[in-house]
């Protein structure tokens, strides 16, 4: 294969023509390159910036200029929010990127890549939609729905309940659970059940979006109120008619709390600079990763913007409190990848099963996918998913070995390729009944030894004889 000569390249040509504004400045700052997009963000020509110092450019200090800092430390400024002022007058919101340059060990310079806030709130917005896999978008910007939950745990179903019973009235609803149970899952389809259905469903991760670029964003701006600004709509006149879904609301600053409950309680919404105020109908959803009332003693929630965002509040419970639920999730997703990866697996093994009932599950349902998929990516056409096909992580998150071979599934009809004898296979099959049987019964002995047909004095000596220990399938909190 032919090699690249990098020093062919003119890569000059490539940064001219990013949509990211770059600069790159030598050692005492000066600026040796500028280009275009630069120039649109700050309103100043390439050929005017070039060959000035940053600070007679920009209204900024060697502490407070990014590069000025990278030029400093010869450390790297990673996704910097800013607004600052150019020596012309222009006010710019920007995500800053700041790089230093070496040459022969040498610190020789520094580059910046930036992004206005226009082209960075678009980034923001469509980021929920490319992490997730490819499904079919509805026409209000949903893909769930209530069918789409499995659960037939008695919270996860009480959680359904409330929400089915609260999506059509006008009140807030605040969505509280883990990462990975299901909140934004619950968000649309809450807003799929409620008369709104028909109108956007704008979702709005307040943990992801800069705090100096969230209210703009939320409330929009107006033209004027700062110089550059251009009238543009937040997202709840966005929203309008529709259902606005703040995803992890306790990393709302909380100055733009006081803010937010003003909206609410009024129901108006004013954009950055403007004097005018907008009538809302508008459906609030909210969710937190934790307890109400723990963040609200860690100072991170305002109380009294939980009274009126949690008038309806809805906890789902962590997947390690939904044994029952496990079955059908494990049946849900070997479905969904059999499809997506072309295999054929039927089940989990035995051993599979049992230390997934015995994990904790600090990811919930989106590990347990994750932990599936990568496992459907090793079994190599097999039926069955052995412990040799789990992702390493998961052995030492549990505090167990990773096994040090896949066992050879042998195919249907055929027999084992190994030395296992019947007994040895009629031992697993009882193992993987009993496990099942726990699971279902979520560690009650009596409903377990019911659904098997034996006593449960039978069960307990079979329990004692696998080592199976009922209580790591229980519904317990300290699991």
């Keep these: 294969m032919e090699r690249i000569n990098f020093e062919d390249i003119d890569i000059y040509s490539v940064l001219s023509s990013m949509h990211e504004g770059v600069v790159i400045a030598d050692i005492t700052g000066k600026v040796i390159f500028f280009n275009q997009t630069q120039g ?40 910097e929010p800013m607004v600052y002022r150019t020596r012309l007058g222009r006010v710019c919101n920007i995500l800053s990127n700041a790089f230093p340059l070496y040459k022969s060990g040498q610190l020789i310079g520094a580059i910046t890549f930036s992004k206005e806030y226009q082209i960075l709130e678009k980034v923001i917005l469509s980021r929920t939609a490319s992490d997730r896999p490819v499904a079919k978008i509805s026409s209000n910007g949903t893909r769930f729905s209530f069918k789409d939950i ?61 705090e100096n670029l969230l209210e703009g964003i939320l409330f929009g701006t107006s033209k004027g109120s700062f110089t550059g600004a ?29 803010k937010l409950l003003r909206v609410i309680q009024e129901k108006k919404v004013r954009k950055l600079g403007s004097l005018k105020e907008i009538d809302l109908d508008v459906k609030i959803l909210s969710s937190v990763g934790q307890p109400p009332l723990k963040i609200i003693q860690s100072g991170s929630l305002r109380m009294d ?26 049946a849900h997703f070997i479905s969904k990848y059999n499809r997506a990866l072309s295999e054929k697996v039927e089940t989990i093994s ?67 390729k190994n030395d296992t004898s019947l007994m040895e296979i009629q031992k697993s099959h009882e193992q993987q009944m009993l496990v099942n049987a726990l699971i279902r019964s979520r560690g009650n002995a009596a409903r377990a030894a019911r659904s098997l047909g034996i006593s449960p004095q039978s069960l307990h000596y079979k329990l004692k004889k696998y080592r199976l220990n009922r209580k790591a399938y229980a519904d317990q909190k300290s699991m």
């Design 40 to 79: 649109q963000i700050d309103d100043i020509s390439p050929a005017d910036a070039t060959g000035k110092n940053l600070l007679d450019i920009y209204q900024l200090t060697p502490e407070t200029s990014p590069i000025m800092r990278c030029l400093t430390t010869g450390d790297p400024i990673i996704n």
């Design 150 to 210: 499995i659960a037939s745990d008695s919270q996860m179903r009480s959680a359904i309940r409330m929400a089915r019973m609260s999506a059509g009235s006008p009140s807030p609803i605040m969505i509280s659970g883990e990462t990975g149970t299901g909140k934004e899952l619950f968000a649309q389809s809450i807003h799929n059940h409620s008369p709104r259905k028909k109108k956007p469903f704008i979702p709005v991760n307040c943990a992801a979006i800069p």
């Design 230 to 258: 251009i009238d543009k709509p937040g997202l709840f006149e966005q929203a309008n008619g529709g259902t606005i879904f703040l995803d992890e609301l306790d990393a709302m600053p909380l100055t733009l709390q006081v």
């Design 305 to 330: 913007l939980f009274y009126r965002m949690g008038v309806v509040s809805i906890m789902l419970p962590p997947l390690k409190d939904r044994q029952g639920d496990m079955e059908s999730l494990i």
């Design 350 to 416: 035995p051993e599979v099963a049992y230390l997934f009932a015995g994990y904790r599950w600090p990811g919930n349902v989106r590990e347990l996918e994750h932990i599936i998929e990568a496992a459907m990516n090793m079994v190599g056409g097999t039926r069955i998913i052995h412990l040799g096909h789990l992702p390493p992580h998961i052995f030492s998150f549990a505090g167990k070995d990773a096994p040090k071979q896949v066992p050879v599934d042998p195919g249907p009809g055929h027999p084992p």
